[in-house]
Structures are given as C-alpha cells and as structure tokens.
T-cell receptor
C-alpha cells in the first residue's frame, strides 16, 4: 500500500547514457513533483505537474524531460547523463497543489543515481 | 533568488534537552511553512506545518512563526537519540513552489 513509489531505487550508469526514473502515487493526488537532492543534502524542485499539465519547470538542463501519462504517474527521462547528475531524485505528490500552498507534500523513497 | 536559510550544524544536544532549529526566508509573500525530518538514506517526512504567526505545538514539537522577522523555528523538547536526523525547513511561496533550506543536522547524544 505504498503511497508514492519510485523505480529503480538505485541506478548506476555510464556517462552519456540515457535513463528513466518512474514514479507512481496511489493517493489520488492531483499534483506531482520531481526534486533533486545533491551530496550536500540540498533539496531543489525541478518540475511540478498538476493533472498532467506542467506547472513548474525550474532551470534544469533540457536533457531532463518529465512525462506524465496520467495524474498518478510522473516519469523523468534523462539524456546524455553527466557526472554532475549524480544525486538522489525524489518524487513527491500533494492533493491539489496549485492554489493550495498549505498542503503537505508526500515524498517517495528516492532514486539514487550514480553516473560513472 | 528566493532563499531559505538554515544553520547547517551539526547541532549536538544531550538526551532530554531542548533542541532549537532555526530558519529564515527571503520571500515576504510566503504563505506556509513546513518542517521535514530526513533520516540518513531516507526520504523527507513531515513533522510540522504552520501558517499563522505564533506557536503551534504537537507533542514534543513546537513550531514558531514570525512573519515580520521572516523567521520560523522548531523546538524539540525532551530530545531523544531517535530524533537524530537532518531537519529541513520548507517554505511554500504559492503556486506549488516549495523551497527547501539546506537542512540542519541534529545529533542527540545519550
């Protein structure tokens, strides 16, 4: 009965490869997010989707492309991986998101990406 | 650039003491404020949320908000070794935009 799940949990790959991370939430939430947490534990928002529509697109390289096939899923595809992409990527969701700043965000377990 | 700043620590307190964690934010339009706890290798989990000036208590945790000073804090009473973690301050600036501080690492020594 996992609320927010991500796959894979660990991802080790070579520089230049293309990889995808998947996220699913079974909470019925409207909004989903991708965050990147670097080695210094700084958690930074990358993207936000509300009902499959892109709401926030922070300044991230266009090698990162989110895709939301439905409101329960938000995937992250990364092209031409670089060493600096090594981090933990967290997916999160919130009930409404847009127009509801009081809402809590619920985080998935994270995907630990290591680019060699 | 809108900022959320925390003292990175580490903050070390003896078991049973009060741990005080502080956070300042730069956007005066910020609407809601959250404290998340993150154990090593785990995902952030919500401890407290606060939206109005003043104090909000939940068990051993008290969140304090002062919008005039753009300051939010978290007090942990009767600190336990299990409270040892990184505490992340988060500020929602509206429209889904949640900004996190870099976190304060807390160690509670038995």
């Amino acid at each position: 009965d996992t609320a927010v799940s991500q796959t894979p949990k660990y991802l080790v790959t070579q520089m230049g490869n293309d990889k995808s991370i998947k996220c699913e939430q079974n909470l019925g939430h409207d909004t989903m997010y991708w965050y990147k947490q670097d080695s210094k534990k700084f958690l930074k928002i990358m993207f936000s989707y509300n009902n499959k529509e892109l709401i926030i697109n922070e300044t991230v390289p266009n090698r990162f492309s989110p895709k939301s096939p439905d409101k329960a899923h938000l995937n992250l595809h990364i092209n031409s991986l670089e060493l600096g992409d090594s981090a933990v990527y967290f997916c999160a969701s919130s009930p409404r998101g847009a127009g509801a700043p009081w809402e809590t965000q619920y985080f998935g377990p994270g995907t630990r990406l290591l680019v060699l | 650039q809108k900022e959320v700043e925390q003292n990175s620590g580490p903050l070390s307190v003896p078991e049973g003491a009060i741990a005080s964690l502080n956070c300042t934010y730069s956007d005066r339009g910020s609407q809601s404020f959250f404290w998340y706890r993150q154990y090593s290798g785990k995902s952030p989990e919500l401890i407290m949320s606060i939206y109005s000036n003043g104090d909000k208590e939940d068990g051993r945790f008290t969140a304090q908000l002062n919008k005039a000073s753009q300051y939010v804090s978290l007090l942990i009473r009767d600190s336990q070794p299990s409270d040892s973690a990184t505490y992340l301050c988060a500020v929602n600036e509206g429209n889904n935009d949640m900004r996190f501080g870099a976190g304060t690492r807390l160690t509670v020594k038995p």
